[in-house]
């Protein structure tokens, strides 16, 4: 829609209290300078701006608790390091990069979704190669990507590093747009993969690259620039998005519906409660002792620790009101804290000083808490994840 261009990277839906609750950045792969991959008659760069776009007014019209942020809303350059960012600086809570495929053989047809992650073969090394190939066209990219060569097979070791940090929710989600794909828009089934890009390997939530098909197949390459079917394949990622959505809702809810039609505000037990505002004072006096799965055999950080040490810790659960901290609001952990951010109440358990540590330890809670994620903080705020390794290693 032309309005969307008042404001290039932000459409939201209605101005409510729910709609603030998600925030999903849709980033069309390439533009401008970068046409992407070449078909006999079209460039990729636009096929993916015209399937974000649809995909956007799909979920602004039919989600009230959703907002959408673009990377880009028209044909303009956008560096791949500025992407993620771009979901991080809002806050996503799902990233999804929508992208179309390219191939020698021009037989090869179907679509893909990619995680991050090592690739397992050639083939997905060379998706990744190809889409990360982008760097080249910029300024200083040796040093704004720290040394990153996206032609040499060795850089790509550096993203074993974060492929198991939101590795679950990402291929939930991935494996919920390849159903819709295969089963609402009717197309080849090429499964959910993982590969080295740097779009998803600097995002700070779970993300997602979609191959929505292969532009140098000539019946593919139809379809990608039609309007039927540029309609189907943003249905399908909405229709992913909703699902995941109400999937991620449904187990963040922990009996505050019930208590709601009781007529009850649930209380807030003696706890340790960060909040990311300026100024506020953070209560550190009250935390529980321990916990039912335990943290051993881990450097942990005390609750008094100096405000400046970056901790890591686990986050559970996320929710637009307040609940109860007590083991039966969380499924038995008794060293819940609470995190206000950006209008949002998040819980989080653990406090270590390495990272390793913060993994193992949402490894031992995951068969209770299978969509945990570790997050960084510092100055009691939640910092990027990456931006938070990058410091360590410094020290």
Same mark, same amino acid.
């Given at each position: ?267 807030? $037990? +003696?706890?340790? #409660?960060? *909040? !990311?505002?300026?100024? @506020?004072?953070? %209560? &550190?006096? =009250? /935390? $529980? +002792?321990?916990? #039912?799965? *335990? !943290?051993?055999?881990? @450097?942990?950080? %005390? &609750?008094? =620790? /100096? ?89």
């Amino acid at each position: 829609m032309l309005f969307l261009i008042l404001n290039p990277c932000i459409a939201s839906g209605p101005e409510s209290e729910a709609a603030k609750k998600w925030v999903i950045v849709l980033d069309p792969g390439h533009g401008g300078r970068d046409p992407g991959a070449l078909g006999s008659f079209s460039q990729e760069k636009n096929i993916n701006l015209a399937i974000a776009l649809k995909t956007g007014e799909y979920l602004i019209k039919n989600l009230e608790n959703v907002k959408v942020v673009y990377t880009r809303v028209d044909d303009s350059t956008v560096d791949l390091l500025d992407r993620p960012q771009i979901a991080n600086r809002n806050k996503a809570d799902l990233f999804i990069s929508i992208h179309a495929n390219w191939a020698k053989n021009k037989n090869v047809s179907g679509t893909e979704s990619f995680i991050m992650g090592l690739a397992k073969d050639e083939d997905n090394l060379a998706v990744a190669m190809k889409e990360n190939e982008v760097i080249l066209l910029e300024d200083d990219y040796s040093e704004r990507y720290q040394g990153f060569d996206p032609k040499s097979p060795e850089s790509y070791i550096i993203f074993t590093l974060m492929q198991n940090v939101f590795q679950k929710q990402s291929t939930d989600l991935a494996m919920k747009i390849q159903n819709q794909f295969r089963e609402r828009a009717n197309r080849n089934d090429r499964g959910v993969k993982q590969a080295g890009f740097w779009v998803l390997f600097n995002t700070t939530m779970p993300a997602v690259l979609i191959e929505t098909g292969f532009i140098t197949n000539a019946a593919e390459e139809r379809y990608l620039n039609s309007t039927e079917g540029q309609e189907y394949l943003a249905s399908a990622i909405f229709r992913a998005c909703r699902d995941y959505i109400n999937s991620i809702d449904k187990m963040s809810n922990f009996g505050m519906a019930e208590k709601e039609e009781n007529g009850k505000q649930p209380s807030v $037990s +003696a706890a340790t #409660v960060i *909040s !990311a505002d300026p100024g @506020t004072v953070v %209560s &550190a006096d =009250a /935390g $529980s +002792a321990g916990s #039912v799965v *335990s !943290a051993e055999a881990a @450097t942990v950080i %005390s &609750a008094d =620790a /100096g405000n400046n040490e970056i901790i890591f810790m686990v986050q559970v659960a996320s929710a637009s009101a307040r609940t109860e901290i007590s083991p039966a609001s969380f499924r038995g952990l008794t060293d819940i804290i609470e995190i206000h951010s950006q209008e949002r109440y998040k819980y989080a358990t653990g406090r270590f000083g390495e990272y390793a540590d913060a993994v193992k330890y949402r490894r031992q809670i995951e068969q209770i808490y299978p969509d945990a994620f570790v997050i960084a903080l510092k100055n009691n705020k939640i910092l990027p994840l990456q931006q938070a390794l990058d410091l360590k290693r410094k020290k």
